[in-house]
T-cell receptor, first 110, second 113 residues
Framework: SQQGEEDPQALSIQEGENATMNCSYKTSINNLQWYRQNSGRGLVHLILIRSNEREKHSGRLRVTLDTSKKSSSLLITASRAADTASYFCATDDSSYKLIFGSGTRLLVRP | DAGITQSPRYKITETGRQVTLMCHQTWSHSYMFWYRQDLGHGLRLIYYSAAADITDKGEVSDGYVVSRSKTENFPLTLESATRSQTSVYFC????????????FGDGTRLSIL
């Protein structure tokens, strides 16, 4: 069963533009994590936001969490061609098992 | 800094055969996980382990077996491979499991003919 669902499924933007991806989930969570996956590679952890946090930044990444709406967003500012990848949200319900969504495929055009 | 390595990277086999996918991590992380990734399903948890000799089933464990005799190794065995087990398999580890990121290997692409 999938907990997180990303939206949109695919996104194509021009280099330099911002990219926003959304994640919705169904049950209470302990934390929510975002991962990136380049083609043919494993997932790379980007950022973890705990249930008592509302916003977190890491470089060009900004993550928000709204537990009342059971949703999160990932914003990538000033995108680069190297940001082209699939992005996944994953939720942790305190059982230390992550449940992943099906991902957003981001294409950044040079 | 080797991190987490999976072998083989690619494997083709036939239905009914036994296949073992290897996973090795150099961080001495307590927790290790096996996922499969299929189009339209994202990543689904097969098995996980909290420590050596402690394993538990995930969402899609039927047809799979794991062992963890040493902290650093977590092999996954398909006892009698079926076509529905064609997938990309990822191993991951985390330091303590809770509120910790998971670190992934680059996967094994398994095709069962």
């Amino acid at each position: 069963s999938q907990q997180g669902e990303e939206d949109p499924q695919a996104l194509s933007i021009q280099e330099g533009e911002n990219a926003t991806m959304n994640c919705s989930y169904k049950t209470s969570i302990n934390n929510l994590q975002w991962y990136r996956q380049n083609s043919g590679r494993g997932l790379v952890h980007l950022i973890l936001i705990r249930s008592n946090e509302r916003e977190k930044h890491s470089g060009r990444l900004r993550v928000t969490l709204d537990t009342s709406k059971k949703s999160s967003s990932l914003l990538i500012t000033a995108s680069r061609a190297a940001d082209t990848a699939s992005y996944f949200c994953a939720t942790d319900d305190s059982s230390y098992k992550l449940i992943f969504g099906s991902g957003t495929r981001l294409l950044v055009r040079p | 800094d080797a991190g987490i390595t999976q072998s083989p990277r690619y494997k083709i086999t036939e239905t009914g055969r036994q296949v073992t996918l290897m996973c090795h991590q150099t961080w001495s992380h307590s927790y290790m996980f096996w996922y499969r990734q299929d189009l339209g399903h994202g990543l689904r948890l097969i098995y996980y382990s909290a420590a050596a000799d402690i394993t538990d089933k995930g969402e899609v464990s039927d047809g799979y077996v794991v062992s963890r005799s040493k902290t650093e190794n977590f092999p996954l065995t398909l006892e009698s491979a079926t076509r529905s087990q064609t997938s990309v398999y990822f191993c991951a580890s985390s330091e303590s499991g809770r509120n910790q990121p998971q670190h992934f290997g680059d996967g094994t692409r398994l095709s069962i003919l």
